[in-house]
């Protein structure tokens, strides 16, 4: 970079400098303590960073807000975004603010899709174990988002389009996904969120939500008992990681009895331990 030629003293980067710190549970970014400079390339780092940032705080931000939140100085982060922006990452709008450009929706498309495309073996054992649909998701945005599905041997069987986005605090892989985050961040969003009634046995208080998250993380798998649907049974089970993930099995409460669902558990963990290789 032409800044370097000019200024020897700048070969010498600070020790001190902060970058984009990843929250492990929801992707968000942050300031956070000093940090030690990574491996890699530099310029690369910061770019992932200023998107990550962006995500983050909805996809939309200002100049000054994408500096804070990377640590980075407002000229850095301008040719940054300036070259994010030329390549349709970014997207510069007409209130002088950043949002996530449309070039990333391909992306994320068939990143999601060889996602799926790589758990479906596993999903398919699962329906084939207990005969009920077996579903993985991912938390994107404060939602949890279904990424693969393997249906049930049943003709009457429970169906989630892939693609769909489901709130977390009634759904089975969505209370596994706040389990499997960083508590923190898992904290902020039930914090943010709205959390509706969907039936009468939705969890609508945030003291209870957080109860019922510690409890399935001390016992290692969610259970939604008809809180998104009435008469619909779902197990899951949570991957941690950078990008939390669930996996599941749902159907009919009348066929998913706790003989089930205690098989269906045994199973599930077995299947996120193969999947955490896969994937994670």
Request: proline share 5%; charged share 20%.
């Amino acid at each position: 970079m032409m800044e370097y030629a000019l200024n020897p003293k700048l070969l010498r980067p600070p020790a001190s400098r902060t970058g984009c710190r990843r929250y492990r549970g929801d992707g968000g970014c942050g300031l956070a303590e000093a940090r030690p400079a990574e491996g890699g390339v530099q310029s690369v780092r910061r770019a992932l960073d200023v998107l990550e940032a962006l995500a983050a705080a909805g996809g939309t931000a200002s100049l000054g807000e994408l500096a804070a939140a990377c640590g980075l100085p407002a000229p850095t982060l301008h040719r940054i975004a300036g070259t994010l922006a030329d390549r349709g990452y970014l997207r510069h709008t007409s209130d002088r603010r950043y949002s996530l450009g449309s070039r990333l929706i391909p992306l994320g498309a068939d990143a999601h899709a060889l996602l799926g495309e790589r758990a479906l073996p596993a999903l398919r054992g699962l329906a084939e174990l207990t005969g009920e649909t077996a579903n993985l998701a991912v938390l994107t945005q404060g939602r949890a988002e279904y990424v693969a599905q393997a249906p049930g041997r049943h003709t009457m069987r429970t169906f989630t389009e892939v693609g769909n986005r489901v709130e977390l605090h009634c759904t089975g892989v969505g209370k596994a996904l706040l389990a499997a985050a960083d508590p923190a961040a898992a904290g902020r969003l039930i914090a943010t969120a709205p959390l509706t009634a969907k039936t009468p046995a939705t969890i609508t208080d945030t003291v209870a939500l957080r109860a019922e998250i510690a409890l399935i993380r001390d016992r290692g798998h969610a259970l939604d008992e008809g809180e998104m649907e009435i008469g619909v049974r779902c197990v899951a089970v949570g991957l941690p990681g950078a990008t939390p993930m669930a996996v599941s099995v749902s159907g009919p409460a009348v066929r998913m009895t706790d003989a089930l669902v205690a098989d269906a558990v045994s199973a599930l963990h077995t299947a996120a331990a193969e999947l955490r290789r896969w994937l994670v």
